[in-house]
């Protein structure tokens, strides 16, 4: 079905776009790895303005997470206190990030700048996730960062504003969490991705959350993070595309719960090595982007 | 199909021009009116009509004008960047010309030049701001890309003319700037034009998707919350359906 897209400005199968979302739920659902990070690749490879592609695939998310962090609230798995203090931090980065994505857009750098980010993006994920699944199939597993930990673990009590977190059991600098979500809320802004990926492993091993809690708190601050981005980039951007949206949220949430069904009778090492692939692949296509000439020197786009 | 429309359309164009066989050029249009819906894929645009005597004839259709973001890239090293961004006004977005000859063969160059009814008259006009170092090659790539999307259109071949009577078949593109769009029709003799006619097009935004367009562009912020509010809510009644079903 053929559709006039009104904010991307161009015309798409949305049945294409159902898929993407369906094929990119079902490898989250399988692996157990948010799918953000292989939205807004997919839609800027199908011609969608970078900047559309990065506020849509941020407020596609708000849809994805929003029955996950309803479920694990429900089940006490949010750490009110940490999450609000995280949001603190992700609503201002994620601020300043769609500020900064509004200034690059209009110097014309803001596409270049995402297949730059990107490409380092996907490029250290996937080739870590490449690198621990493949130890893995063999029987290996690595255990290399113990003493770094005990490290930072010294300086962050250090820091100013101590603060307890009963839930996690946990005291802590209010800094910690406030600057982990400034960062994941610029990477919301500026590549339309929830930043799971780094918040859980910062939560895990760095701040030592309990792993019950962990998941239930970076899903919870995650949904309103997007929210607040997506609001942000339709407000000031005119970068999220409401058709586009929507297929996306329709297909991922079938292609999630197909994933989590099938992963059930898969095992986890080879599938996280197919995710790997993927991720690595999408890294090699944007960056070859870069380096091949462009078919056509000059672009143009309509000016509303 | 198109061409019995066509007959019955010349038919009753007939009857007119006898009741005015005064006039030279007569031109009807297949429509007035062009709707955009979300489906809209392009349009045929048909315009016929009747001249009396000899002569060539020249189709002009011209949207408003649009304002367009040019960029070139450039070569870094091994990689591609973004190089000069230019802001191109006071060009049509849409401007096809189509004739019963070659224009060069039936009018001279200057009457051609005045009236507009080049490709290069239309770049002339169009403003580039900043204006970029080498003026003529961003003009150069202005017209080839618009003549890659088939925004401007030139075929001199495009007008049928048989007895006295011609059509044109003009071919919308999916994506058209809004506006009032001009359609102008030349009769040429004897290296002179003798009559023009002059009709306007409109072409609009319609149904719900131009209401959404709209809404979006003019209350961005209202839009914005609405629909993460309904994404919110999509994800979760879903979520819930699934649940239900898995259940």
């Known amino acids: 079905m053929e559709l006039f897209l009104p904010i991307a400005h161009m015309d798409v199968n949305i049945w294409l776009i159902v898929s993407f979302g369906l094929a990119v739920g079902f490898l989250s659902g399988l692996t157990g790895v948010g799918g953000g990070i292989l939205i807004t690749p997919l839609l800027i490879f199908i011609g969608v303005p970078p900047l559309v592609a990065v506020g849509t695939g941020a407020a596609q998310i708000v849809g994805g997470s929003a029955i996950g962090s309803y479920a694990h609230w429900r089940m006490g798995n949010v750490d009110m206190r940490m999450a609000f203090v995280l949001l603190a931090g992700s609503w201002t980065g994620g601020l300043i990030g769609v500020h900064i994505a509004r200034i690059l857009e209009a110097g014309g750098h803001f596409g270049l700048v995402v297949t730059f980010l990107y490409v380092i993006l996907l490029g250290v994920i996937g080739t870590s996730m490449l690198i621990e699944s493949l130890l893995a199939l063999r029987g290996r597993h690595g255990h290399a960062s113990q003493k770094n930990r005990t490290k930072n673990q010294s300086i962050l009590q250090r820091l100013p504003g101590q603060m307890d977190f009963p839930v996690s059991g946990l005291r802590l600098s209010f800094l910690t969490p406030v600057l982990l979500g400034f960062g994941v809320g610029l990477l919301t802004a500026l590549m339309g991705v929830g930043g799971g990926f780094v918040m859980v492993p910062i939560m895990l091993y760095v701040l030592k959350m309990p792993t019950k809690v962990v998941v239930g708190t970076s899903l919870f601050q995650l949904l309103f993070t997007t929210a607040e981005v997506g609001i942000l980039q339709a407000g000031m951007n005119h970068a999220v595309d409401p058709y586009l949206a929507l297929a996306l949220v329709l297909g991922s949430i079938f292609g999630t719960q197909f994933g989590a069904r099938a992963g059930a009778h898969m095992k986890g090492e080879q599938l996280r090595l197919v995710l790997a692939l993927v991720v690595v692949g999408v890294a090699i296509k944007m960056g070859l982007g870069l380096f091949i000439a462009p078919e056509h020197i000059f672009s143009m786009a309509r000016v509303v | ?247």
């Open chain 2, 1 to 247: 199909m198109l061409y019995l429309r066509l007959m019955l359309m010349l038919l009753t164009m007939g009857a007119a021009m006898l009741a005015e066989a005064s006039t030279p050029l007569v031109v009807a249009t297949s429509t007035d009116k062009v709707n955009v819906t979300s489906h809209f894929v392009g349009e045929n645009l048909l315009v016929y009509g009747a001249i009396t005597g000899p002569g060539q004839v020249i189709v002009i259709l011209r949207s408003p004008d649009s304002t367009e973001a040019m960029q070139q890239k450039t070569r870094t090293g091994p990689i591609w960047l973004n190089g000069a961004k230019v802001t191109v006004t006071k060009a049509p977005g849409i401007w096809q010309r189509l004739s019963s000859a070659p224009v060069r063969h039936i009018l001279p160059d200057d009457t051609l030049q005045k009236l507009g009814l080049t490709l290069s008259s239309l770049v002339d006009k169009a403003h580039f701001d900043p204006e970029p170092d080498h003026l003529d090659t961003w003009q150069k790539a202005f017209l080839d890309e618009r003549i890659r999307h088939r925004n401007y259109v030139v075929d001199p071949a495009g007008v049928t003319l048989k007895q006295g009577l011609f059509s044109a078949k003009i071919r919308l593109p999916a994506s058209l700037p809004l506006g009032h769009y001009q359609l102008l029709t030349y009769l040429v003799r004897q290296q002179q034009v003798v009559a023009v006619r002059k009709q306007q097009i409109d072409v609009r935004q319609v149904g719900f998707q131009a209401w959404i367009a709209r809404f979006a562009r003019e209350n961005s912020w209202v839009y914005g919350i609405v629909l993460t509010i309904i994404l919110a809510g999509l994800g979760f009644a879903l979520g819930i359906l699934m649940r239900r079903r898995s259940a």
